[in-house]
């Protein structure tokens, strides 16, 4: 019993010292700060209600990765069908407090340039670039070779220069 407690213990806390990096990477996946905090609580709630599916000595970091992003990919297919039904809404950019606008200006045109690369570059971005995975871990997250995923950021990052140059 006691050994079922420290496994729970270690599973709990490991979910909780993640939580930054979650946040970050479904905020980065949804392009909304909302929508971010949504992916990020459901993806907790369903790691907690689905751990016994976690096996211990692997990487917990990866198994969150995996959940959020098979749940963002489920949000994405219900949006779009959705959307055949609905008029979206339009997003606002927030512009950041007094004295830090230049910064906030230069933020939301990364934001605003992270959020128009296609998902899967988008994604590549994020893991590699603002996470620090290696290719290999982020391929395996995203499930698909080295290859596919290093041609993917490199096209992000592409992208993402040729807008930001536009942006300035």
Known sequence: ????E?????FEDGVVALLPRLRRFAIGLSRDWADGDDLCQITIERALTR??????GTRLDSWMYRIMRNLWI????ARGRRSQTFVSEEAGVAIGALGAQDAAVQLGDVDRAMASLPDD?????LLVMVEGYTYREAAEIVGCP???????????RE?????????A
């Open 1 to 4: 019993m006691k050994g079922r």
């Open 6 to 10: 420290t496994l729970s213990n270690r």
């Open 51 to 56: 751990r016994e599916s976690y096996e211990p």
């Open 74 to 77: 489920d949000e994405q297919r």
């Open 121 to 125: 570059q988008r994604e590549a971005v």
């Open 146 to 156: 080295i290859g596919t995923l290093n041609s993917r950021l490199v096209r992000g």
């Open 159 to 167: 992208a993402l220069l040729v807008k930001l140059g536009e942006a």
